[in-house]
């Protein structure tokens, strides 16, 4: 089992909206960075936690679990020319982009701040402290388990 970070803007999609899915399962489209994409392809298997992260608001944090439910397939989103995520070079034949099913697991009992998060040194690897903007970063067993304790669950 892996562990990773899941960027997302909750104007866009929150962990309400993942909650609020039919099986409160969702898949995660539209990343459109050739790293991340080669996690969802070739690394994210079924089982693996994600920390869900609101990014882009006045205070970023980690609000939710959640797991991966289906690994990486072909993000269709980037066939649609009428969609926001349409890519012209992607095509059936060579998808380039791709994407899992995510599932909503539990909210935090405390949100983890990013600023909390750049505050505790046992934290200060984490590609989200290093100012990475990628939206799906892993995250090692310990600092799975430091935040779990900051965030007043367990997992």
Known sequence: MNYWLFKTEPGC?????????????????????????????????????????????????????ASVVRAGYPDTTALDPNGEHFDPKASVEKPLWYMVDVRYGKPLNKIVTLERIKQNPLLA?????????????????????????MGGVTG
């Open 13 to 65: 999609f929150s962990f309400d909206d993942l909650k609020k899915r039919p099986d409160m399962t969702e898949h995660w489209d539209g990343v459109r960075n050739y790293q991340a994409r080669n996690f969802l392809r070739d690394t994210i298997q079924v089982d693996d936690r994600i920390l869900f992260y609101h990014s882009n608001i006045p205070e970023p944090a980690i609000v939710g679990l």
């Open 125 to 149: 690897d984490m590609p989200l402290v290093n100012r990475s903007r990628l939206s799906i970063q892993p995250v090692t067993v310990q600092e799975w388990q430091i935040i779990l304790t």
